[in-house]
């Protein structure tokens, strides 16, 4: 099994996959490596917060032209995954390989899957009106690799969130903020840029021990190899995983319209008790606890504003924060000279993208903000 990762992400799913009780997991770019059952299909896809989806991989062969690709795909047994009239969808890439045609390569191996499929089922023909099956392959350096994608859509797809502010983190993304903060429930938690909530909801998802794919549906439920029993049973097990314990977080915006469509987004994900919600300039923050952890995206110009005036706010930013010295802050932003603007280098950064911006989560440690 495959859980996917957008960069720099790769460790963060491998901490929750440890947590989740699998110690095999191996990291690779964009990926980790485990192993696992059908029950663990459901497991992973309903408990990780920072994966993009859950493949299977079904094969991996050499590949260095047409007839390789195509052996090499019918060779797997694929009717005994997929259903006489199951749906197939193929996607792919290739990277340093032969075989640089996607399009071919996707007709090549969608061939494959239906020549391996007539042999299970005795039919030449099907009519692919049931479940979809997604496959992808992988070309690199003439190698082939084949998975099936339990998913379906992203797993930041959590279902809660119908109201998006204009540069909206994904909710993987913003759990993977939360994650590397290091943030424990019991510590106050801030987000003075809140936007429609996304950060803040995904903290006290993870504060509560909700499970983020309970309130939606994937790919591989319509599958016949694994019984609706065992996604049943899963959730029935999330559920009484989920805890009621207070929490202590804090999301502020200066925009009302978005503050109504993050406390929808909230109620929506049955979290909005435990997030307290309010209009508030960055420059009027109340640091009134001599601990606490602050997490936030503000502007930084690139969909948001313009370079100018995002700089401008890390000025401000930076007079707001030096108020909070016994608390951690950790500021995503894609602004180039971040630091400059700040007035002081952070004691880490990380290197992360929000889609194809390039963007850094700098970490300033507790302690004297001179």
């Known amino acids: 099994m495959v859980a996917t990762a957008a960069f720099g992400l ?79 969808n193929v996607t792919g890439r290739s990277v340093r390989s032969t075989l640089t045609s996607i399009p071919a390569c996707q007709s090549v191996v969608k061939k494959a899957v239906i020549e391996s499929m007539k042999k299970r ?67 106050p938690f801030v987000d003075p840029f809140c936007g429609s909530g996304t950060i803040a ?51 502020s915006d200066i925009d009302d319209s978005v503050l109504i469509k993050a406390r929808h987004n909230a109620r929506h994900a049955g979290v909005l008790p435990s997030v307290t919600f309010e209009r508030r300039d960055v420059k009027d923050l109340a640091f009134d606890t001599e601990k606490g952890i602050v997490v936030c995206n503000p502007p930084y110009g690139e969909r948001s504003g313009d370079k100018e005036a995002a700089g401008e706010l890390t000025k401000k930013m930076r007079e707001a924060f030096d108020q909070a010295r016994g608390w951690s802050l950790f500021i995503f932003s894609g602004l180039e000279d971040f630091e400059k603007y700040y007035g002081k280098r952070a004691d880490s950064n990380r290197k992360l993208y929000n889609g194809r911006i390039k963007c850094y989560l700098y970490g300033y440690t507790a302690g004297d903000r001179r």
């Open 201 to 251: 909801i995904e903290a006290a998802m993870i504060g509560r021990n909700v499970a983020p794919g309970m309130k939606r549906r994937f790919a591989s439920e319509q599958w016949k190899f694994i019984g609706p029993e065992i996604w049943e049973d899963v959730r029935r097990h999330a559920g009484k995983e989920e805890k009621r314990a207070a929490l202590d977080i804090r999301a």
């Open 121 to 187: 089922y005795r039919l030449e023909s099907f009519s692919e009106d049931g479940p979809a099956s997604g496959i992808e392959f992988s070309l690199q350096n003439n190698v082939a690799s084949v998975f099936m994608d339990t998913t379906g859509p992203g797993l930041h797809k959590r279902g809660y969130r119908t109201g998006t502010g204009q540069a909206a983190l994904k909710e993987t993304l913003a759990a993977g903020l939360v994650y590397l903060s290091r943030w424990r429930p019991g510590t």
């Open 10 to 88: 790769e460790s963060v799913v491998a901490r929750e996959l440890k947590a989740l009780g699998y110690d095999n997991a191996l990291v690779e770019n964009g990926r980790v490596v485990f192993s696992g059952t059908e029950r663990d299909i459901a497991r992973t896809n309903i408990w990780l917060r920072c994966a993009d989806r859950v493949l299977i991989q079904m094969g991996r062969f050499p590949a260095s032209d047409f007839e390789e690709l195509f052996q090499g795909v019918r060779a797997i047994p694929w009717g005994g995954y997929i259903s006489s009239t199951g749906a197939v």
